[in-house]
């Protein structure tokens, strides 16, 4: 790298070139950083960003579509080609221009990250008492320093990248006020908020996949929450990609609290960890790949919760990354999947996917939380293709802790309008959705669902251990309650009856597309060990 003086001022610049070869591998600089620096400014910027040819974009969607296709069973084929044309189009109006991804990374001496660039072509700055979004401030010590440039995604024919880093002797002081107003006006909206009446047991409307400023999303968090409030959340989760540096921005508003949480985003899927303390990394030292499973460990020893994110979406290179493609997984580590992503009219392929995938690991015996994202990145952008759906976590209080312990008791249903509570009564006490019953051969349970606010006709279905055991035909009504009975535990000889089983509750609308409207999450039947 070149090293020059100017104006009292070191810089180091360097630029090149990436292409479609590139894809999925690291690039890493050192310069050296002598003594007496305060602040690290440095601007990234890179050309073309996107694929602007819109017919290349449909090519690209279309191919990337048809390799998708290939995995499906032939049933599922025949479903998928009546959607294909609609899909592409839907998708084109999602993702169009197509664009490169290249993300930029500092690192200390001693290897520590410092941040992960947010903004292209603009100023990213750090020192010891603020830093751009993205960033956490950081003492600037005297050694070699690293830049890491990750090429995630070459959709272009070439891509011509520039990189400019200046040092400064003192601080500049730019930014560190603009961060000391954020909170002060962050404490000023506390006054003006209602308070939701603590120790309440209730329901609580969520976001569970949100970015913001301090990775690729539009808005600052003082931004979301504003937005979420209108749309009548009760909280919702940070989950910026790789890093955690918004934390300290999260206004202390104890009636809207902030899950924090961070997207890991690999090459090979991306996973929210949620209720996290500090950053994962998915990489080891040398930039190799870690075994995912570890990466899953580590977020569980910090006591978060580990989701699948967007499972099925749509990945290279409309969607760099994104799909979940890590063979090794072991899915008894996973606590939740993004079931429904998007407006269930654009996600239908990828979210029956997921749906099948949920039903496979239940039927395994294994407890994983089904959830909703809209993987807000602007809370501007108005939904194209319908309703987008929240997650409702039941708490007793509305907290961080208490909503990371509702999601991990899978005290869980999933909406994009009515609201369904699924429950059951047995031997005098109360079981919900993500709970588990014990149940004794030849025993007869009896389960509830109450809907409200259903606005258009609709049909509900019961799924037990993956298949539809029960439907009913709902019309528009402010409350209804449904209920049906079954033995779950049977004393036949017939081995699927003998096992455990799980009912979960879903509503459809009773329309051509029949899209769904909400679901619960299932309720567990265990054989009871006492009548063995
Ligand atoms: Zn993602
Ligand atoms: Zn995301």
Redesign the pocket.
């Known amino acids: 790298m070149l090293a020059r003086n100017k104006d009292g001022k070191t810089w180091y610049k360097k630029e090149g070139e990436f292409t479609e070869s590139d894809v999925k591998k690291f690039y890493r600089y050192q310069f050296k950083i002598p003594e007496g620096i305060q602040e690290i400014q440095f601007i990234f910027d890179y050309s073309p960003r996107a694929l602007e040819d819109p017919e290349k974009n449909r090519q690209l969607i279309k191919s990337a579509l048809q390799e998708d296709v290939k995995e499906y069973s032939e049933d599922d084929k025949v479903k998928v080609k009546k959607l294909f044309r609609q899909k592409i189009e839907m998708l084109f109006d999602e993702v169009y221009p197509i664009r490169n991804l290249l993300d930029v990374l500092l690192y200390d001496t001693e290897g520590n990250c410092v941040g992960n660039l947010a903004s292209v072509g603009k100023v990213t700055w750090v020192n010891k008492r603020g830093a751009s979004p993205g960033f956490t401030p950081w003492k600037i010590k005297p050694g070699m320093w690293m830049i890491e440039i990750v090429v995630a995604s070459v959709v272009t024919k070439k891509c011509h990248y520039e990189m400019e880093i200046l040092l400064f002797g003192k601080e500049s002081g730019r930014g560190i006020e603009v961060k000391k107003e954020e909170k002060i006006v962050a404490r000023a909206k506390i006054e003006e908020r209602e308070t939701i009446v603590k120790g309440e047991n209730r329901w609580y409307a969520g976001e569970l996949?949100v970015?913001s400023n301090y990775s690729d999303g539009e808005n600052s968090i003082k931004e979301i929450i504003r937005k979420a409030k209108i749309e009548g959340l009760n909280f919702f989760a940070l989950?910026d990609?790789n890093l955690v540096s918004g934390y300290d921005s999260i206004p202390q508003d104890s009636s809207f609290p902030i899950i924090k949480g961070i997207?890991i985003t690999t090459f090979f899927g991306?996973a929210l960890g949620l209720g996290m303390k500090s950053s994962v990394d998915w990489r080891c030292k040398n930039g190799d790949v870690r075994n995912v499973n570890d990466v899953i460990n580590e977020v569980h020893a910090q006591g978060a919760l580990f989701s699948i994110?967007h499972p099925y979406c749509i990945g290279d290179p409309v969607c760099a990354g994104c799909r979940w493609n890590f063979k090794e997984t072991d899915y008894r580590l996973i606590d939740m999947i993004e079931v429904w992503c998007n407006s269930w009219r654009i996600g239908k392929i990828e979210n029956c996917r997921s749906f099948k995938l949920w039903n496979k690991l239940l039927n395994e015996g294994l407890r994983v939380t089904g959830v909703s994202s809209r993987?807000w990145h602007d809370v501007d952008k108005v939904p194209k293709y319908g309703p987008i759906s929240k997650t409702f976590v039941y708490a007793n209080l509305l907290s961080e802790d208490k909503l990371i312990e509702g999601l991990r008791k899978g005290h869980v249903f999933v909406s994009s309008g009515p609201t369904v509570f699924f429950w059951t009564e047995h031997w005098g006490k109360n079981y919900m959705c993500g709970d588990e019953i014990e149940a004794v051969a030849q025993e007869s349970i009896r389960f509830n669902i109450k809907v409200e606010n259903l606005q258009t006709f609709a049909q509900l279905k019961i799924i037990r251990d993956g298949s539809v055991f029960f439907e009913k035909d709902l019309s528009p009504k402010e409350e209804l309650i449904v209920g049906f009975s079954d033995i779950p535990i049977s004393d036949k000889f017939d081995n699927k009856k003998l096992e455990d089983s799980w009912y979960r509750c879903e509503i459809y609308a009773a329309d051509k597309e029949r899209n769904l409207l909400c679901f619960a999450n299932p309720i567990y039947v265990k054989k009871s060990k006492s009548k063995d």
């Open positions: 996949h970015h989950t990609h997207e991306h994110a993987d």
